[in-house]
């Protein structure tokens, strides 16, 4: 079974400060993909990145940066020089193997960023 | 190119009714995904259709069923209501692999009284 495991429930911050998100899945796959969408209060989700399990380079894509750690199954996520716009939920997913369109997601951490 | 579109956006009905709900993927992608979304239980897989054929189901009761037309439009419908069922039902389309990016629709906020 397939685990994804976010363990901040909310984070409040002040704006520009940087902050990071951290999410630990567990899975029995030795291919697999991990995700981290954000969902502002509208209510879709929206998609920030996609990472297989086989490229553990960072990456970084303006304030954003990911961290993805295989020895720890871990695939952080860092905020840089937060902005009110920042406030969100953002969820951490895990797909791989036989799992033909199920996403597992972890409870989302809610972020709000204080002007 | 348009995103994922759901209809409705709002739905009110009440217990022991049935709802059916609609989504449109993205141009060209041709695997529909389903989540149900509530306070307590996060984000849950429904089931995923691809080429009409639904290919994965998650841990839901029969009330909960889906179709994909030839067009890759789908639809999913949920049989005599129960307050629980009230939440967020969100779509999602990808290209054909089953690894592919989702990209998600705006959601049917579905409430049952």
């Known amino acids: 079974a397939q685990k994804v495991t976010q363990a901040q429930t909310e984070i409040s911050v002040v704006e520009k400060e940087d902050v990071t998100l951290d999410c630990v899945y567990e899975?029995?796959?030795?291919?697999?993909?991990l995700f981290w969408y954000k969902q502002p209060p509208s209510g879709e989700l929206v998609f920030l990145i996609r990472r297989n399990s086989f490229d553990e380079q960072n990456e970084i894509s303006g304030r954003y940066s990911w961290n993805f750690q295989k020895s720890t199954s871990s695939f952080n996520f860092t905020i840089t020089a937060s902005q009110v716009v920042d406030s969100a939920v953002y969820f951490c997913a895990l797909t791989g193997g036989t799992s033909y369109g199920k996403l597992t997601f972890g409870q989302g951490t809610i972020l709000t960023v204080h002007p | 190119k348009a995103g994922v579109t759901q209809t409705p956006r709002y739905l009110i009905k009440t217990r022991g009714q049935q709802v059916t709900l609609s989504c449109s993927p993205i141009s060209g992608h041709r695997s529909v995904s389903w989540y149900q979304q509530t306070p307590g239980q996060g984000l849950q897989f429904l089931f995923e259709?691809?080429?009409?054929?639904?290919?994965n189901k998650g841990n839901f009761p029969g009330r909960f069923s889906g179709r994909q037309f030839s067009n890759s439009r789908s639809e999913m419908n949920v049989s005599t209501l129960e307050l629980g069922d009230s939440a967020l039902y969100l779509c999602?389309?990808?290209?054909?692999?089953?690894?592919?990016?989702?990209?998600f629709g705006p959601g049917t906020r579905l409430t049952v009284l």
């Open positions: 259709y691809f080429s009409e054929t639904q290919r």
């Open positions: 899975t029995r796959d030795t291919t697999y993909y």
């Open positions: 999602a389309s990808s290209q054909s692999r089953p690894t592919d990016t989702q990209y």
